[in-house]
């Protein structure tokens, strides 16, 4: 099956700084999405995000369907933007089932 | 708020018992998924209804057993429940399969 790798593993930035998340993903996919999971546990939808590159606020989404990765960017980050952000792709486009990758943990210090 | 409403938000029991999660999917949606997520294991898929058919079956126990029932809610029933069973489950809902999915707040399960 599709294998999902996410870099960093762990990441500490002081609020205000920048950051750079990376999903690199093993086949051609036709979507892909992007989630934060806060410290309460809640999945929340960043990006559905299948190619280009997608801005909500702060937050912006780029992915290069060819060369088979997707970044998530975070300007000027806040201590709420802690949590883990994880990136899903579908197992196959019946099923719709998506894997995950195993997450980046984000801490973002006052 | 996405739309998805999972009962009951935490459950404690003891090992052997049984228990029934709850889904409502978002209005619109006839796909409803099930996902666990343990701390060694991270996300992982154990399946896919689509307006009431098992669509999809990922890595889900013998002891473990889905529907989705004509108003399209869905229930994960858990059975002969293990320490190694606790974990947070989450349903999860699209429009169809390879749509956006959209989650519940999960259901936080406690085995003692």
């Known amino acids: 099956g599709i294998q999902v790798e996410q870099s960093p593993p762990d990441l500490i930035l002081q609020e205000g700084a920048n950051s750079t998340l990376r999903c690199n993903f093993s086949?051609?996919?036709?979507?892909l999405q992007w989630f934060h999971q806060n410290p309460w546990g809640q999945l929340i939808n960043l990006f559905y995000i299948p190619s280009g590159t997608k801005q909500n606020g702060r937050l912006s989404a780029t992915t290069v369907a060819t060369e088979r990765y997707s970044l998530l960017y975070i300007s000027s980050s806040q201590t709420t933007d802690s949590g883990v952000y994880f990136c899903?792709?579908?197992?196959?486009?019946?099923?719709?089932?998506?894997?995950f990758g195993d997450g980046t943990t984000l801490t973002v210090k006052p | 708020d996405s739309g998805v409403t999972q009962t009951p938000k935490h459950l404690i029991t003891a090992t052997g018992q049984r228990v029934t999660l709850r889904c409502s999917p978002r209005?619109?949606?006839?796909?409803v998924y099930w996902y666990q997520q343990s701390l060694d294991q991270g996300l992982q898929f154990l399946i896919q209804?689509?307006?009431?058919?098992?669509?999809a079956k990922g890595n889900i126990l013998e002891r473990f057993s889905a529907q989705q029932f004509p108003d399209l809610h869905s229930e994960l029933n858990l059975s002969s429940l293990e320490l190694g069973d606790s974990a947070l489950y989450f349903c999860?809902?699209?429009?169809?399969?390879?749509?956006?999915?959209?989650f519940g707040n999960g259901t936080r399960l406690t085995v003692t």
């Open positions: 209804y689509y307006n009431g058919e098992e669509r």
């Open positions: 086949d051609s996919v036709n979507n």
């Open positions: 899903a792709v579908p197992l196959n486009t019946n099923a719709g089932k998506s894997t």
């Open positions: 209005s619109g949606d006839l796909s």
């Open positions: 999860a809902s699209s429009v169809a399969s390879g749509s956006p999915l959209h």
